[in-house]
């Protein structure tokens, strides 16, 4: 049986792998879903330096404190910016990562720049604000969630969606601006990437295609790990396998 640690994306927390987590573990399989600071019901920790490197730490710690090994690290979508450095710090305990629809960064990019939602110039000043104490804390991802969700819902039922929705929490401000310290090409383990078909994530796709990960497709969209918890544990089981 393996042992995974599932992180999550921007705005959710160890809540959004219910479903997935009770397939797995049904299976025999250990599973841990710990929330990032600032993040679910950890909000309450969310601050103006809590960034990338702080989530590394949080899940760093869940490794040495839990006593793992030989763990699988799946990443979804925010945390794909996360997983390099807990590889960098922790890869003696890790034997092979996992993506989930998961940004791609490089040593060196911001997440907002990275995927268009502002300009490098812009993030830089916000990271510099931060700094000096000042500036938003939150970026208001959940709400931007919520908004294109409205637009465009999600492939789940109704019922679902609303459970999701209602349960998004605010992303630190840090995190979307700061220059990622680790990049994701700094990666020596086996990694897979799984590409949901709707979604914004496209440019991700190709970029972990010219890392020479194996890609495997979805027909879902980005909040596949919700919307088909069973597809999305099948898949995950199959590359382990």
């Given at each position: 049986m393996a042992t995974f640690l599932l992180m999550h994306g921007g705005g959710m927390g160890g809540w959004t792998w219910k479903f997935v987590r009770e397939i797995l573990e049904a299976k025999g399989h250990k599973v841990f879903t710990p929330t990032f600071t600032g993040f679910g019901e950890r909000s309450h920790l969310i601050g103006r330096d809590v960034g990338?490197?702080?989530?590394?730490?949080d899940i760093v710690n869940v490794l040495h404190y839990e006593d793992l090994s030989d763990v699988i690290l799946v990443a979804h979508s925010y945390a794909g910016t996360v997983a390099p450095g807990v590889v960098a710090q922790a890869g003696d305990r890790i034997k092979r990562v996992i993506y989930l629809d998961a940004i791609i960064p490089y040593k060196g990019e911001r997440i907002g720049s990275l995927l268009g939602f502002a300009s490098e110039d812009d993030m830089i000043g916000l990271d510099a604000m931060l700094d000096a104490g000042e500036g938003p804390i939150g970026s208001?991802?959940?709400?931007?969630?919520?908004a294109m969700a409205k637009e465009h819902p999600h492939m789940m039922?109704?019922?679902?969606?609303?459970?999701?929705?209602?349960?998004?929490?605010?992303?630190?401000?840090?995190?979307t601006c700061c220059a990622i310290a680790v990049g994701a090409e700094s990666i020596t383990l086996p990694?897979?990437?799984?590409?949901?078909?709707?979604?914004?994530?496209?440019?991700?796709?190709?970029?972990?295609?010219?890392?020479?990960w194996p890609v495997h497709d979805h027909p879902g969209d980005h909040a596949f790990n919700v919307g088909d918890p069973e597809g999305v544990a099948d898949m995950i089981l199959g590359i382990v396998s």
């Open positions: 990338i490197e702080t989530h590394v730490t208001g991802v959940h709400e931007q969630q919520r039922s109704a019922e679902r969606q609303d459970w999701l929705l209602d349960h998004l929490s605010d992303q630190p401000m840090r995190a990694v897979d990437y799984i590409a949901a078909k709707h979604t914004i994530m496209n440019a991700m796709h190709d970029r972990a295609r010219s890392l020479g």
